[in-house]
């Protein structure tokens, strides 16, 4: 049915504490800030709506939160680099740890332990972030490469679901951008742009096997996100009665910021956990095959621009006390 296990998806969160509560913060400081600038926004723009009549006060009032939140989205942009860097990059090292019979440290130690990790590999932000950015880009490609031999398969009616079959490709590959960065933390590559390239032809060479643990994922991921945001549509909609002249789509505005802010503190490192026990096991033995790699070179102008920069690439220092791993699991 699937290649992953739940109680050990779940064992490597209670391992990772210390991360799920740093992303925890993280994401409910994001939501709080999104609620209060939104609500500050809207309550600038009743007070200047008092300048006017009734209907104008209500649009002033819409049109207050809605600056608001953008606001806030346009700040959280810029921070988009420290987030990933910190909270998903460090996440995702003391896992892959894990996964593979180590030990982290407990407490803040292990947030600082994961950061060392992730700069031996990475040395910046912006050389994870511009490498994030290529791979994201490379999916997009891999997305119409996958739907190209699908529609060519002899099923009726297939040619009608083509839309449904994308936004499902894009689901079910929202996360491969952090398998990608799991390979290279696990294999201790010294050449991210060459080691993104490697996993990004291991997934795809796989991809049959990749997107029915994905299809799975997505159900339960998904679920779970629409359940959260049935439950957090009262407290939304008691905050938003806070706001003058309450703000119509405020209570499912927010109840979708704090669903959000749930599914990327808790929902997401589960199914990071669960995806990376598949892609590894999936993987195990296996080398790249050629025919795949030129496939996607030829469309993707991203994943030939990984080739470019692994090429420049100088390297970044190892981390005292790590071995190497092979993409087998051995270390050597």
């Not at 680099?81 to 909270?87: F, G, S």
């Not at 972030?129 to 791979?135: G, I, P």
């Amino acid at each position: 049915m699937w290649d992953f296990s739940i109680p050990r998806s779940l064992s490597l969160m209670g391992q990772t504490l210390p991360f799920i509560l740093f992303r925890i913060i993280v994401y409910a400081g994001i939501a709080i800030a999104y609620v209060l600038v939104t609500g500050v926004g809207a309550g600038i723009g009743w007070g200047v709506g008092a300048f006017g009549d009734a209907d104008f006060q209500g649009a002033s009032t819409f049109w207050g939160g809605a600056i608001g939140l953008g606001l806030t989205a346009g700040a959280l942009y810029f921070a988009r680099e420290y987030i990933l860097y910190i909270v998903k990059a460090g996440h995702i090292a003391v896992m892959v740890e894990l996964l593979d019979g180590g030990s982290v440290p407990q407490g803040r130690d292990q947030i600082s332990h994961a950061t060392e990790v992730v700069k031996a590999r990475f040395a910046e932000t912006h050389v994870l972030f511009a490498l994030d950015q290529l791979v994201k880009g490379v999916l997009g490609a891999i997305i119409g490469l996958i739907q190209g031999i699908t529609a060519i398969l002899p099923i009726p009616g297939l040619q009608n679901i083509v839309g449904l079959v994308r936004a499902f490709l894009r689901i079910a590959l929202g996360l491969v951008d952090e398998i990608i960065l799991a390979y290279a933390i696990r294999t201790r590559s010294t050449n991210p742009w060459e080691s993104a390239q490697t996993a990004l032809v291991l997934y795809t060479q796989n991809y049959k096997t990749m997107l029915r643990n994905a299809a799975w994922l997505t159900l339960i991921t998904w679920g779970l996100s629409l359940v959260v945001f049935l439950v957090m549509l009262a407290p939304a909609a008691a905050i938003v009665a806070l706001i003058p002249n309450a703000w119509s789509a405020g209570g499912l505005v927010f109840a979708l910021i704090f669903a959000w802010a749930v599914k990327a503190a808790l929902i997401e490192p589960f199914a990071l956990a669960c995806l990376m026990q598949a892609y590894f096991r999936t993987i195990e033995g296996q080398a790249p095959d050629p025919a795949w790699h030129s496939r996607i070179s030829s469309v993707s102008g991203k994943f030939r621009q990984l080739g470019e920069r692994a090429v420049g690439w100088v390297g970044a220092r190892r981390p005292s006390g790590f071995s190497t791993v092979r993409p087998g699991g051995a270390t050597q």
